[in-house]
């Protein structure tokens, strides 16, 4: 089956630092990439969709300029938390839809982002 | 896209089938129902989906009623690497292929 990857699995940054997390498609180019964020104990919540070579649209009350997402390859996109605070701890999860005509997504494992 | 109902928790023995329900009353002709699950701390894995006729895989069954309004999901023996949170979602594919978690159902496998 198609298998996405998320670096890093966990993350522990410092307020007002950026981090970068990156979700690959390994086994097959997938033409949108979706955010997620999720609470503890909470459901996933879409943040943005992107496709490869355009811009991301972001859900509402998402602010772009916050999270900076790049869609440079059909294999790969980034999500950066830019000038993290704590609030934006969280389990960020990516997934991939791909070329097959298939209308299945396939999740990332997640990365754990805690801002200290 | 139409809204799911799932109920918040359900049971299981080991071994016997685990029958998910979900209610999707406003679901119209062109929507999917699909089903993903998440294990703790993990990310979403998918399951199944269909449109109108009943489908199996590996993994699972699915039984969707022939009005379409709701549907079942089937794992026909549970294990206990099955214990999730399974989440029913509707959604119409095409460009516009967002999907919209809702709290899904813990399915507690029990020994």
């Known amino acids: 089956g198609a298998v996405v990857s998320q670096h890093p699995s966990r993350v522990i940054c410092k307020s007002g630092t950026s981090v970068k997390i990156e979700c690959r498609s390994l086994d097959f180019q997938a033409t949108t990439m979706f955010w997620y964020r999720q609470f503890p104990k909470k459901s996933l919540m879409l943040m943005a969709t992107?496709?490869?070579?355009?811009?991301?649209?972001?859900e509402q009350g998402v602010e772009k300029d916050k999270f900076l997402i790049n869609h440079a390859s059909l294999t790969l996109s980034t999500l950066t938390v830019t000038s993290a605070h704590p609030e934006d701890s969280s389990f960020y999860i990516c997934?991939?839809?791909?070329?097959?005509?298939?209308?299945?997504?396939?999740f990332g494992p997640g990365t754990r982002l805690t801002v200290l | 896209d139409a809204k799911t109902t799932q109920p918040t928790s359900m049971d299981c023995a080991e071994g016997r089938a685990a029958n998910l329900p979900c209610n999707h009353s406003t679901i119209s002709g062109n929507e999917y129902v699909y089903w993903y699950r998440q294990i703790h701390s993990q990310g979403p894995q998918y399951i199944i989906h269909?449109?109108?006729n009943n489908e199996t895989n590996e993994m699972a069954s699915l039984i969707i009623t022939e009005d379409r309004k709701s549907s079942t999901l089937i794992l026909p023996h549970a294990t206990l690497r099955d214990t999730a949170v399974y989440y029913c979602i509707v959604n119409s594919g095409g460009s516009n292929y967002k999907l919209t978690f809702g709290k899904g159902t813990l399915l507690t496998v029990n020994p």
């Open positions: 997934s991939a839809r791909g070329y097959k005509g298939d209308n299945e997504q396939f």
């Open positions: 269909g449109l109108k």
């Open positions: 992107s496709n490869e070579g355009s811009k991301a649209t972001y």
